[in-house]
């Protein structure tokens, strides 16, 4: 661990009535370095992301994002710090415009929203209530709302989750771009592509427990196969019998 960890998670742990979903987990991430969190439905990455920022509590470990505790230091951090939750939390009649400036007014430092609608193809859209968009559309906005206070990490669940494919290498290009200016991406995808072309480190997650930590590039060595995809499922599914036949 050095000085230029910009996201530290040292030993965390959380259960849900009795049953462990997170399980000692530690990683740290450098500034600029897209990270990815990667496992099967209910293997713990949402649930480590909420334990991450505070919204859940963990059972212990210890967190530091950008050198401070996200439990104790909430609000001075989140000032610099973009979250997009699979679902965002919104109230029924509000457009895609009203949300964008709800969400500049948390924030002392912001973007302007109406470039990154333009950016994510949504522009067009801003007038339209939030309920009104399509899947992809609204899943588009949820980014654009976490990029909103130009943040300098930014905490990405299924990050292109009901996207069309141009929609995709848009999204995949913005990230890239922001990541050459220093923003240090967090990220949670089920797609190996995306997180081939995107990832400069990652962790496989079973059942809460980390099963690989790494590069791509190593996690394929270190398996008998020479595509990702495989690799994954290898790392996923080992040991696991046939729960899922
Ligand atoms: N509030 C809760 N109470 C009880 N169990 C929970 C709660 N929240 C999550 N879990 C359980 O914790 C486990 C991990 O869930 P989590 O949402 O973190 O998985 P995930 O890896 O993000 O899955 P997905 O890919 O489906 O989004 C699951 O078994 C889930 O049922």
Redesign the pocket.
């Known amino acids: 661990m050095s000085m230029q960890d910009v996201i530290r998670v040292e030993h965390l742990s959380k259960s849900?009535?009795g049953l462990p979903?997170i399980r000692n987990l530690s990683l740290s991430i450098k500034r600029g370095a897209v990270f990815g969190l990667l496992?099967?439905?209910?293997?713990?990455?949402?649930?480590?992301i909420e334990c991450m920022l505070g919204t859940k509590k963990a059972d212990s470990g210890r967190v530091t994002i950008l050198g401070k505790n996200p439990w104790k230091e909430r609000k001075q951090l989140f000032q610099r710090v973009g979250v997009q939750f699979?679902e965002a939390h919104y109230q029924e009649k509000i457009t895609v415009q009203e949300l964008c400036e709800v969400t500049q007014s948390f924030y002392k430092k912001t973007d302007n929203y109406k470039k990154l609608l333009e950016q994510f193809g949504i522009f067009e859209k801003r007038k339209n209530f939030v309920s009104e968009l399509s899947g992809g559309q609204r899943q588009r906005l949820f980014i654009v709302l976490a990029l909103i206070p130009q943040p300098e990490v930014v905490f990405l669940d299924?990050l292109t989750t009901g996207l069309d494919a141009r929609a995709r290498r848009d999204v995949w290009k913005i990230l890239t771009s922001l990541k050459k200016k220093g923003l240090t991406i967090f990220l949670?995808s089920?797609f190996m592509d995306e997180v081939e072309n995107l990832c400069d480190g990652i962790c496989i997650?079973r059942k809460g427990q980390m099963v690989f930590h790494g590069t791509v590039e190593d996690a394929i060595a270190s398996s008998p196969f020479d595509k990702f995809e495989d690799t994954y499922l290898w790392y996923t599914e080992e040991e696991m019998g046939n729960e899922y036949l």
Not at 41 to 47: D, E, I, L, P, V
């Open positions: 849900f009535n979903v496992g099967a439905n209910g293997a713990g990455k949402s649930t480590t699979q299924e949670t089920h997650l």
